[in-house]
């Protein structure tokens, strides 16, 4: 076994079965929304230490998945849905049926009537702070996903800078070389990230961002093959 699988078969045994049987009916979902996408596991963030647990990368856009199975603590879930926010166009909690019960409403007693005031779990009220995520429930028992909105939903708009900062440098390279921006001769990480966000519009960093991401042939062996788009040498496998 090399060290490589050593890494990953500790990182498995990490997932509970059931964050792992989740795993199996989120990723048909995400293969139905987005059909041309690259399903990528555990799916590092340069510029936070968090991941991403499961992410559908599509030519133009990220959708980013964090699941909680019910062994998960809710400590650290403000913190990374919001490292997620940069670079996704949506986020997604899928969340145990524990985590996202429904509560019976407050019922209060007034002089010309009665009021009623929604009750939130923890875990609600973190996802309703943060805004703009996508809530599912995900019942491994029951062998289904119940989508809810999780308190108003909104598409967010990548930061390029962090997009960029997600790639390896000789990704970097690639994508100034193709666009005919000059590169240094020991080429460093930032100087790349900032002469792309100040040379390439909008649309184009997300759509190199996505490409390279979809081509890249270093994550966890549970994500799909890398996709090859025709610009991109098949000879390029940035794992440094």
């Known amino acids: 076994m090399t ?3 050593t ?14 049987d989740m795993r199996a009916l989120i990723v048909p979902e995400l293969r139905k929304r987005w059909p041309s996408a690259r399903i990528i596991h555990e799916l590092p963030l340069r510029y936070s230490t968090n991941r991403i647990d499961l992410a559908a990368v599509t030519e133009s856009e990220i959708i980013s998945v964090e699941i909680k199975s019910s062994r998960d603590v809710m400590d650290r879930l403000e913190a990374q849905l919001r490292a997620f926010q940069p670079i996704s166009a949506r986020i997604i909690a899928a969340l145990a049926p524990c985590w996202n019960q429904q509560l019976p409403m407050i019922e209060k007693k007034l002089e010309f009537g009665t009021s009623y005031t929604p009750q939130y779990t923890e875990t609600q009220q973190i996802i309703r702070k943060v805004g703009g995520v996508e809530v599912w429930t995900v019942g491994v028992t029951a062998g289904k996903i119940e989508v809810t909105d999780g308190g108003p939903y ?27 921006i000059a590169v240094a001769k ?12 100040d040379f390439l519009q909008g649309r184009e960093v997300i759509k190199a961002t996505c490409a390279a991401l979809r081509a890249r042939n270093a994550f966890d062996k549970m994500s799909d093959p890398p996709i090859w788009p025709e610009h991109i040498p098949q000879g390029l496998q940035a794992n440094e």
């Open 3 to 5: 060290a490589v699988d």
């Open 7 to 20: 890494i990953e078969a500790t990182k498995r045994l990490n997932r509970s079965s059931e964050e792992l």
């Open 154 to 180: 909104r598409a967010n708009r990548p930061w390029l800078a962090q997009m960029l900062d997600m790639l390896h440098v000789s990704e970097l390279v690639e994508i100034a070389r193709r666009y005919q």
């Open 186 to 197: 020991s080429p460093v990480h930032f100087a790349l990230v900032s002469d792309l966000v």
